[in-house]
């Protein structure tokens, strides 16, 4: 063959070559999808939200834990996408201890109870790293008919420990005489804290078991780095929380709760819980290990329909659990979703939540604040229907 004639034969394989390089590289990148219809309800500016609630009429609710941030009030209704002080700007000053029993100190969650119309906040009593105290950790009771405060039910001191932090709480009017509230304590040792809404009186239950405290071999990985503790010139520390997020059975005679930092999910019946005749060591088996249930939860919510829904902070998602892992679906997943916290069912069918960014604050990362401002709140269209309560107890558990 001719030397001109290899080199044009060589030069149009080249080409070829190069054409085809091209149209490889011309291709899209595969790419995780995102699942779901993700609808904006609101960006917040400022201190950064956890809770949200939504009451039966469609009113929003949110609070800000006083952690570091500036708060200037630490619950809040969000009209036309603005949060404002709530139920008022007095009760939402910060104080201090003289005056704790009559303000809210730092509410770390707000949630609408059955009836749909009364707003629980719940008062942690805590600005770390200073102490508790009794009068601090409380709930307080607001009908929305009337916005005003109904009733304040102050946390038992046998049912507090020196570290106890209240991080969640749910209702079930339908049990005794005027219904129970159950509150997780996210503290090292953890617990589940039973208030009986007709004397007030409340205790701690399985506190400093391995269903309520943090999973010893769990280390979260949130947006592909593993979640530590990490002050500016330490030894990165492990991320230690104990029971968090929880959620009452449609059929209400069950409790499910798990803790932040372990993907376990565990339940409890409810008329078990409340016997106080039945010891610890009796209730710890009766409670069901449903084992490792998708990635670590924040909050979790439940429908009139049996499903339990559990945010997923690791993988920027939301999941509705049936019983089975192979029951699961996944409502939505999608990269604007880091750290969805609190779950609200609404009457209108649509999940709401908050996405806070809560890995990227300053004690994850040597004292550097990562978080970029909104904060979101967010929902997504579900065939879900919130519990909603008409039973014997309705009403009463808010009389003064």
């Known amino acids: 063959m001719k030397a ?49 609630a939504v009451s039966s009429d469609g009113r929003i609710f949110i609070n800000y834990p006083r952690w570091g941030d500036k708060v200037e009030f630490t619950v809040a209704e969000v009209v036309n996408g603005i949060p404002a002080a709530f139920p008022n700007t007095r009760m939402n000053e910060q104080g201090n201890v003289d005056t704790q029993k009559e303000r809210i100190v730092s509410a770390q969650s707000v949630v609408v109870d059955p009836t749909g119309s009364v707003l629980w906040i719940l008062d942690t009593g805590s600005i770390r790293p200073n ?25 038992s001191e046998s049912a507090l420990d020196e570290d106890t932090y209240l991080n969640d709480v749910r209702f079930q009017l339908d049990l005794g005489k005027s219904g129970y509230a159950f509150i997780t304590d996210s503290s090292s040792n953890g617990g589940i804290i039973v208030v009986d809404l007709n004397s007030g009186e409340s205790w701690r239950r399985l506190g400093k078991t391995r269903f ?37 059975s449609s059929s209400g005679k069950t409790l499910f709760f798990r803790s932040l930092t372990s993907r376990h999910l565990y339940s409890v019946p409810l008329e078990e819980l409340t016997n106080r005749s039945i010891k610890d060591t009796q209730l710890e088996k009766m409670v069901t290990d ?4 998708a990635g670590a939860s924040d909050g979790m919510e439940a429908d009139r329909e049996g499903r339990i829904y559990l945010t997923d902070y690791e993988h920027n998602a939301i999941h509705r659990y049936n019983g089975s892992m192979a ?42 604040d990562k978080r970029i401002q909104p904060y979101m709140i ?23």
């Open 4 to 52: 001109l004639d290899r080199l044009t034969i060589s030069s149009t394989l080249l080409c070829l070559g190069v054409m085809a390089t091209n149209r490889i590289y011309a291709q899209t990148i595969p790419q995780q999808q995102p699942i779901g219809s993700l609808e904006v309800v609101a960006k917040i500016n400022g201190a950064m939200p956890t809770g949200i």
């Open 131 to 155: 102490p508790i105290s009794y009068g601090g950790p409380k709930l307080i009771a607001v009908d929305l008919k009337t916005n005003q405060v109904t009733r304040t039910i102050l946390i």
């Open 212 to 248: 309520t405290m943090s999973d010893p071999g769990f280390y979260p990985v949130v947006e592909a780095q593993i979640m530590m503790l990490r002050d500016a010139g330490k030894t990165a520390q492990r991320f230690d929380v104990g029971s968090d997020g929880l959620a009452i």
């Open 290 to 293: 449903h084992g490792q249930v």
């Open 327 to 368: 029951a699961m679906e996944t409502i939505v997943s999608s990269p604007s979703l880091i750290w969805p916290d609190t779950l609200s069912l609404g009457d209108d069918g649509f999940l709401y939540f908050t996405a806070n960014q809560l890995n990227r604050r300053d004690i994850f990362h040597q004292g550097q």
């Open 378 to 400: 967010f929902r997504v269209k579900t065939d879900g229907n919130p519990i909603r309560d008409t039973g014997k107890n309705r009403h009463s558990h808010i009389r003064n």
